[in-house]
């Protein structure tokens, strides 16, 4: 377990305070003091204490003794029993108490001290209660109220078989007092113990193991198991975790699921900070703070504390109380807000402890203690107030503020899952809230509504209610200030609701959009109201209901609307103040020096004035009583207002309305009375209170409203059902005068008959009716004569004759509408209902003429067989439409007539376009000519013209091109004068409209050329001469004399003109013109245009110059600047001062900030010594800037002594100094550094120094080092160099300090194998010295191959013993030495050397193997000299490894071409194959095999021009070989011949070709069929892509015997859809059929179709053919198009639905499909006649299909 911790920061502190209970103080004559049980009530003011003497005492937050009372036992006979457990109920007013009777009481004790105190519940058991608990959560859920706990539960029903006693879990029900078994287990409950939050509970049992109950929505439980204790667990509490305690000196915590969190372990001697140890027994009971954050257990004379780390999530302990004497402790209460803790102990003491984390004063007013991390308690020090500040989220408060001394605002944060949230507070009501809160700071708050906070963040308004936490609504805005929000809540009592669809409860918030627009936002339904104003908003406010705003824009004016009615009204045109009387819809406002008061705002047109002398301050409001405040400067003032008129507003409000009667009852008769009179009636009649209704309208003086209501009083009284019955709601309805209402009323309920009844007396008879024939009621005759008569009376004969009509009356009905002269009705029934009576037929129709409606008279003429008449009547009435259409089936030769007269109706109507056709049909041309000039139809009219003969014509024909000239439409005025042979007119014409290149056209067409020309010249200058240039110009150009316009322009100094000119018809020429006009321009003096045009001609030096010569400097640089960028810029500077001459050129360079450019351009043109005057006069500070770069100039012209001599004067003489030692003159570097700068010596001898030791005079550069006193530069360089032995001598000498470490680093760098070859020679060397061969040899030959050794030393040593071997040994001991040596050397890799040994013993064989196995090519060739077996070997193994590394680099030098390409080709890599190919220029046949492995490849990767482009160039590979290749680059070409280049197709062919002029064999007749399908897909797709239709359908046509090369249902379709366009639609039917064939085949995976139906009998279309594994034609819709067109094909019977034989189909179209002996055109592939027959190179065609494809295309078609 884990160790105590007793320094953990943030946790609680307990105090003690006072012993509430002394020892043994609540015991009464009892040997016993134990305390039974201690509980805090959840209001903070009560302390229950309850002992073995079994009497509870109440104590109050002072700890003072307050109240008592005896608990009662379950059998008054016995009074032994004791009280295990008690709690109060969340909300204070009840005690439950459980005692080991069998029984728990409820006592009801009250709110406050001396409420009368009673049992409201008691719960019998069957056994000892043990434990007691009651969830915070679970007051309204009255069923979970509290938890009781039984032990030995005995089952009667089950005690013969099993005997056992069970732990029971219960709930008592406060609503039935009956109990509910919640869980039952089979071991005695221990304790019982409540979530801190309410959402379980949880017990422990005898047997250790510990259960969990919890609570779910919806009333469901879920009771588990969760863990074994290790012991009985007697303290059991729930706080974070779920914590037991026993006998085992172990605490243990485990999480909602019996997972163990942390485990405590103590000795039976516990070690606290006090300076005496005590001793621990076994914990007895425990308890959680209210929030979980803090747990105590008791133990004996101690308890222990452990407190909750959220940001470590774990448990620390607190530094545990000890308390010497104390006993066990037995009971232990939090206080509600966890400030006080009580601690109860065997001994009978209470001990009262303050329990806090951290405290402290805010301000000096109030005082903040922290409960813990997440609760707070806020206490005002003054009055002592409290209000707890607590997280339901268990976040930490972070932060606390209080406003206005009233309003707290905390902020808290949850560390471990990030969680904020912000706490609102209200002081003085207590009321809290907490909502989500993450925006990070940066908040404003609103305090200005003592219902709700408002805070703003971000544009954003949040109102937070005050006790809810729930964010009531948010609204966007940026008007925050509190003049400019208004917020109202509240609620009105159901007695006051008059209009159900009002809401019971409002929370609504008035804000501003934006300056001008006020939004009313209902947060209960989410609907918002738009007060739009036409001046600024300074403030407004709701009223107390939120059903009116009062608002003030910055004109002083105040306004009302209400936003029920939307309805806004001015009230005030000038207003200072402005506000609502509190908890009253009364307005009051200043207007000047009057104050205004409106006590009725239903009425805002009546306003009681009161005249005041001062500035309204505020209102006042006392029961009883409402004071305006008025400051009148040295005094305040205060004006009564008119409390009856305010309390009317009030009780109407609240729903009070026979007070608001007796109110307005004691007030004088005005004005405003009456108006609240009308308010009152019409509340009272909403309310349906209508004895309040009557006193209104009796008041009033409205008798017969007054009468009524007494009407419907008395028969709401009697009437059982009262208000609710249907005949008063009926009346009540129409006293609202919603008939409708009524009517739903009675019929509702039955009563039809009223409902009749109610609208005859409303004189609604029709309503009556419908309402009696809808209910099956029958109606009386009487009803509808009534209904009739009235109809008559009131003048509405229509609808009267209406009703006679349905009702069959229709002679009744037409006598009523001629009566009333309707006859256009008496028509619509006679029509309707075929009426045939001619006496009513002749007497409409004598009405219709007498009123003048001819058309119906004459439809009724007709109708009665009279002709004539009827006619006359239709012209009359101007119908010539029926006129006609009856004389062409009766008078036919009056049809002309009335065309003619129809025509001349519709032209007095002036609808000219109308009667043109009706004169058509008269065959009255001239009318029709004019008409149509008329109604300016002028193309219709022309055309009428045309027809007419040309005498007749001619005039029309004049006064149209006139007409048409006025109008401005010149084209159709052109074909006029040209259709009367005057095309000089319409010259004449154009020319007066200026339209020249229309008059040149016409004279160009109809006149000589020279004379158009000579006619537009001569016009022109006509122009030129009056000025009218542009008019001119364009006769110029239209005579293609562009150089006369140009030349006039360049008279009239137009240049911009000209150079337009020039720019579209002389580009040639711009630049010169360009040029020409700057001289011009310069000569005229208008410098700056010049300067624009030599710009443009790219000319703008001579612009520089031409200022230059004018003297014009400034501008000179500016065009400079602009064009030539800063080197120009300094050149013209230069130039500049040059001019001017020294000092005064510096004078003006330095005025216009250019002495500097000058200077530098001086500089870079090796002007040095101007540029020293120009520095001398100008600029003194760039004077050593012009010797610096004089000096640097002379030192690149190698010029050394001076240029030392202008550094020395620039102040640089380390420059100097540099230059020297670059040049390495030492001396000159020495003397110039001793003269200059002696600090540079040092520099210099280093340099020198190192130039020498680089040059290996290390001694002379030792001096050197020495000279420059660095001698650990000397040392470094010995040590670089190797020079150990010298560089241990200087250090002696010059470093004696380094010595030791030169000879350290000596010795690091000495190598091991270098000590160890030295010791083997000298080994060696000792033996030969006394000639011991052997020896030597053997020392030498000792050393073997290690990873440490060197393989040259190795190499050395032992060529040491073969040298001592041939010359000492004999010849055998020397080859075998020389053989192992060779050995050694192989397992080197060093194999040339060994090779060199085997040819030094004559091993030629061995040598070259030896060679060859090291990879050394050219020392294995070198070896084989002499051998020519040895040199092929060498050879093959030679390219044989170059292969395997697929180095083709060297297989080319080595002259091994093919292997090389076949390297190249193998790797794809083609490019580079084909440059070593022309490299090495391969013969044509292996470039042929390449270019068929590079086409394979290409037509692999689906790139099929590729493939051909290679085969083109490369040439082609044999056929009997690469068949496949060429197969598959045709299929895959005419496959994809839509998405082809028709380039592609060709490209094919021509390779085709190539390959058809070589030895084909066997393949030669597929490459002639690849190649025909080739042909023909060409020419196919060249004709449809110019038009050569038919053809195309040849070209498709046969294709379709090449169907082994191309997809047989591409085929089908290309030829078919052609066919069917071209109008063969037998062939087609039956090529398209064929194709649906195949596409079906296609879609049901069928590889083969029946070739031989009967359709395609002999064609090539019953040769066998491979089946497409898909569709060529990929769309959809093309497919199912062909496939509707077949099918409904087949039900045409005109269609041959097969082909005709071979030798009925010569000749035709269907020749195509046929193979015939004659040759077959290679344009269309049909048969060729030898009569039509054409040779084209070497190919056969149809002579006249031949020259219309090359006429159209051409091209030919080979």
Not at 159 to 172: H, S
Not at 753 to 758: F, P
Not at 808 to 820: H, N, Q, R, S, V
Not at 1402 to 1414: L, P, S
């Amino acid at each position: 377990g884990a160790s105590p911790d007793y320094s953990t920061s943030d946790t609680m502190q307990l105090r003690h305070l006072c012993s509430v209970v002394p020892a043994g103080g609540p015991t009464i004559g009892s040997s016993s003091s134990k305390i039974s049980a201690v509980c805090f009530s959840p209001n903070h003011r009560k302390l229950a204490i309850c002992g073995n003497d079994r009497v509870v005492r109440l104590f109050d937050e002072q700890g003072e003794l307050a109240d008592k009372f005896s608990t009662k036992p379950a059998d008054k006979k016995s009074k032994t029993y004791v009280i295990r457990a008690m709690h109060f109920s969340p909300d204070s007013l009840k005690l439950a108490i459980a005692q080991s009777d069998d029984i728990v009481f409820v006592y009801k004790l009250g709110l406050e001290w001396g409420d009368k105190k009673s049992i409201c519940n008691k719960f019998v058991q069957g056994s000892s209660v043990t434990a007691l608990a009651w969830p915070p959560t679970r007051l309204n859920e009255v069923m979970y109220a509290f938890v009781v706990a039984s032990s030995n539960k005995f089952l009667t029903n089950l005690a013969c078989r099993y005997g056992v006693a069970e732990g029971w879990i219960k709930v008592g029900q406060l609503r039935s007092n009956k109990p509910a078994t919640l869980y039952s287990t089979n071991s005695f409950v221990c304790a019982l113990a409540a979530s801190f939050d309410g959402r379980g509970i949880c017990s422990s049992h005898l047997d250790g193991s510990i259960h969990r109950l919890l609570f779910q929505q919806a009333g469901a439980l879920i009771q588990t198991k969760i863990a074994n204790h290790t012991c009985t667990p007697y303290a059991l509490a729930w706080g974070h975790s779920i914590v037991a305690g026993g006998d085992d000196n172990r605490v243990t915590f485990y999480n909602e699921n019996g997972r163990v969190e942390q485990s405590f372990e103590y000795s039976k001697e516990c070690h606290s900070h006090s300076e005496h140890a005590f001793i621990l027994g076994e914990f007895t009971v425990a308890a959680s703070n209210p929030t979980g954050e803090t747990v105590v257990l008791g133990n004996w004379n101690s308890f222990l504390s452990y407190g909750f780390k959220k940001r470590q999530q774990a448990w620390g302990e607190i530094t545990p109380t000890h308390i010497p004497n104390l006993c066990a402790v037995t009971a232990i209460g939090w206080k509600g807000d966890g400030s006080r803790l009580a601690i109860g102990s065997l001994s009978g003491s209470v001990d009262y402890y303050d329990a806090c984390v951290r405290r402290y004063q805010y301000k000096g007013k109030f005082e903040f203690t922290y409960s813990s991390l997440s609760q707070v308690i806020v206490k005002r020090l003054e009055t002592g107030t409290r209000i707890v500040l607590k997280s339901l989220y268990g976040c930490e408060i972070s932060r606390i503020n209080i406003f206005q001394d009233q309003y707290v605002i905390a902020n808290t944060v949850d560390y471990t899952s990030l969680t904020e949230t912000l706490l609102v507070g209200e002081l003085s009501t207590f009321k809290l809230s907490e909502i989500d809160w993450s925006n990070g700071g940066g908040e404003k708050f609103v305090f200005d509504n003592p219902t709700c906070c408002i805070i703003y963040h971000a544009s954003e308004l949040t109102v937070v209610e005050y006790g809810s936490n729930n964010v009531i609504g948010i609204v966007r805005t940026d008007f925050f200030s509190g003049h400019l929000l208004s917020v109202r809540m509240g609620a009105v009592s159901p007695q006051s609701i008059q209009d159900e669809a009002r809401p019971s409860v409002w929370k609504k918030m008035a804000y501003l959009l934006d300056a001008q627009s006020i939004c009313i936002k209902d947060f209960m339904s989410g609907r918002a109201t738009m007060v739009q104003h036409d001046a600024t908003v300074d403030w407004l406010e709701l009223s107390t209901c939120a059903n009116k705003l009062l608002f003030r824009d910055k004109q002083q004016r105040l306004h009302l609307s209400d936003l029920e009615a939307h309805v806004t009204t001015t009230l005030l045109n000038y207003s200072t103040y402005a506000q609502w009387v509190p908890d009253c819809d009364v307005v009051v406002a200043q207007s000047r020096q009057q104050l205004c008061v409106w006590y009725n705002t239903h009425a805002p047109n009546q306003v009681t004035i009161h005249e005041i002398r001062g500035n309204v301050e505020d209102i006042e409001r006392a029961p009883g009583r409402t004071e305006v405040i008025v400051d009148e400067n040295l005094s305040t003032a205060s004006y009564l207002l008119d409390e009856a008129l305010i309390e009317f507003g009030r009780m109407v409000d609240n729903g009070k309305l026979p007070e608001a009667a007796d109110i307005l009852e004691s007030l004088e008769i005005s004005s405003e009375s009456e108006s609240m009179w009308d308010r009152l009636s019409d509340q009272a009649i909403a309310a349906k209170s209508f004895l309040v209704s009557e006193r209104c309208a009796a008041f009033l003086a409205n008798s017969s409203q007054s009468r009524y209501l007494r009407k419907l009083s008395k028969l709401v009284t009697s009437t059982m059902a009262g208000g609710k019955s249907c005949s008063v709601r009926s009346r009540s309805a129409l006293l609202e005068k919603d008939d409708s209402k009524a009517e739903e009323s009675l019929v509702t309920q039955g009563n039809i008959v009223e409902a009749v009844q109610m609208y005859q007396q409303l004189q609604n008879i029709k309503r009556a009716i419908i309402i009696a024939e809808a209910n099956s009621m029958a109606v009386n005759s009487f009803l509808h004569q009534d209904y009739v008569l009235y109809l008559i009376d009131s003048s509405q004969v229509s609808r009267a004759a209406t009703i006679k009509e349905i009702g069959g009356a229709y002679t009744e009905a037409i006598c009523f509408l001629l009566k009333d002269r309707l006859p256009g009705r008496a028509v619509q029934i006679i029509r309707k209902h075929q009426i045939k009576s001619p006496e009513i037929l002749e007497e409409v129709a004598t009405t219709l003429a007498a009123v003048g409606f001819y058309e119906g008279a004459g439809d009724l003429y007709e109708r009665m067989d009279e002709v004539k008449c009827a006619t006359e009547s239709y012209i009359l009435g101007c119908s010539f439409r029926k006129a006609v259409e009856l004389a062409r089936v009766h008078l036919p030769s009056h049809v002309v007539g009335l065309q003619e007269a129809w025509g001349d109706h519709l032209c007095s109507q002036n609808q000219h376009e109308m009667a043109i056709n009706h004169y058509v049909e008269a065959s009255s041309s001239l009318k029709a000519v004019k008409a149509a000039m008329k109604s300016r139809q002028w193309e219709r009219a022309f055309q009428m013209l045309e027809n007419m003969d040309e005498a007749l014509a001619a005039p029309y024909f004049l006064q149209l091109a006139s007409q048409l000239e006025s109008a401005g439409t010149l084209h159709s005025a052109e074909r006029c004068y040209l259709a009367l042979g005057m095309p000089e007119k319409a010259v004449e014409m154009f020319k007066r409209k200026r339209k020249w290149k229309q008059a040149h056209r016409i004279a160009s067409r109809y006149m000589d050329p020279r004379d158009v020309s000579h006619l537009c010249i001569s016009h022109a200058q006509q122009l030129e001469a009056v000025g009218k240039f542009a008019d001119a110009e364009e006769l110029y150009l239209n005579a293609k004399e562009p150089d006369l316009a140009i030349d006039m322009h360049k008279k009239q100094h137009n240049y911009q003109s000209m150079v337009r000119l020039v720019e579209i018809h002389r580009p040639e020429l711009l630049k010169e013109t360009h040029s020409y006009m700057a001289q011009h321009l310069e000569n005229e003096m208008r410098l700056a245009d010049a300067e624009q045009h030599y710009c443009k001609a790219s000319e703008w030096l001579s612009a520089v110059n031409m200022y230059r010569a004018h003297d014009l400097w400034q501008d000179a640089m500016r065009v400079a600047s602009l064009h030539g960028g800063q080197s120009a810029t300094k050149r013209v500077a230069y130039a500049w001062a040059l001019s001017l001459g020294t000092e005064a050129g510096a004078a003006l360079l330095s005025k216009h900030n250019l002495i500097e450019p000058a200077i530098e351009y001086a500089i870079e043109s090796g002007a040095f010594e101007h540029a020293f005057e120009l520095a001398c006069a100008g600029c003194q500070r760039k004077l050593s800037d012009v010797h610096l770069k004089h000096a640097l100039f002379l030192e690149d012209e190698e010029k050394y002594i001076e240029a030392e001599s202008e550094f020395i004067k620039a102040n640089k003489p380390r420059e100097a100094i540099d230059m020297h030692i670059h040049q390495q003159a030492w001396s000159d570097a020495i003397r110039t550094a001793t003269k200059h700068d002696p600090s540079a010596m040092c520099d210099v001898y280093t340099a020198y120094a190192r130039t020498e030791a680089h040059a290996g005079h290390y001694q002379h550069a030792e001096k050197l080092f020495i000279l420059a006193a660095k001698p650990e530069s000397a040392l470094t360089m010995y040590r670089k160099a190797g020079m150990a032995d010298e560089a241990i001598n200087f250090a002696r000498r010059h470093v004696p300090h380094q010595l030791s470490e030169v000879m350290e680093d000596q010795a690091k760098v000495e190598n091991p194998n270098t000590v160890r070859k030295k010791h083997i020679h000298a080994t060696a060397q000792r033996y030969e010295r006394e000639k011991h061969w052997d020896l030597a040899i053997n020392t030498y030959l000792s050393s073997h191959a290690e990873p440490s050794m060197d393989a040259a030393d190795l190499e050395d040593l032992w060529n040491a013993a073969i040298s001592i071997a041939r010359r000492q040994l004999p010849s055998c001991k020397y080859r075998s030495i020389v053989q192992d040596v060779a050995r050694r050397l192989c397992a080197l890799d060093r194999y040339e050397a060994a090779a060199e040994l085997q040819r030094e013993l004559g091993n030629q064989e061995e040598a070259v193997q030896c060679a060859i196995d090291g990879r050394c090519w050219e020392k294995a060739k070198e070896l084989s000299i002499g051998s020519a077996t040895l040199s092929n070997v060498v050879e093959n193994a030679h390219q044989a490894f170059l292969k395997r590394r697929a180095d083709s680099d060297s297989l080319l030098l080595s002259g091994k071409r093919g292997a090389a390409l076949d390297i190249l080709a193998e790797k794809c890599q083609w490019d580079n194959l084909w440059r070593t190919a022309d490299k090495i220029q391969i013969d044509s046949r292996l470039c042929a095999h390449y270019a068929g492995m590079n086409a394979a490849y290409n037509l692999k990767q689906g790139d099929y021009a590729a493939a051909v482009s290679v085969l083109k160039s490369r040439g082609c590979p044999p056929v009997h070989s690469n068949f496949t290749l060429y197969e598959t680059l045709v299929s895959g070409v005419l496959s994809n011949d839509e998405e082809t280049d028709q380039l592609l197709i060709v490209d094919v062919k021509k390779v085709l070709l190539m390959v058809f002029t070589s030895q084909l064999g066997q393949y030669a007749h597929n490459i002639e069929a690849m190649l025909m399908a080739l042909q023909y897909m060409s020419v196919y797709r060249i004709c449809m892509q110019f038009g050569l239709f038919e053809l195309a359908v040849k070209a498709a046509v046969s294709l379709l015997r090449y169907h082994s090369v191309v997809p047989i249902d591409k085929a089908l379709y290309a030829a078919g859809v052609a066919a069917r366009n071209q109008g063969y639609t037998n062939l087609a039917f039956v090529l398209l059929n064929r194709y649906i064939d195949i596409v079906e085949a296609i879609d049901d995976g069928i590889d083969a179709v029946d070739s031989s139906d009967s359709d395609v009998a002999e064609s090539s279309l019953t040769s066998p053919f491979q089946m497409p594994r898909s569709h060529s034609i990929v769309d959809e819709q093309d497919r199912e198009e062909v496939r509707n067109w077949v099918l409904s094909a087949c039900m045409d019977t005109d269609i041959e639905q097969q082909l005709p034989p071979a030798h009925a189909a010569t000749g035709t179209i269907y020749a195509g499909l046929y193979v015939y002996e004659v040759p077959h055109c290679i344009v269309t592939g049909y048969p060729v006649q030898p009569w039509e027959a054409i040779t084209v190179h070497a190919k056969v065609a149809n002579k006249i299909d031949y020259n219309q494809y090359v006429r159209v295309t051409k091209q030919c078609p080979w």
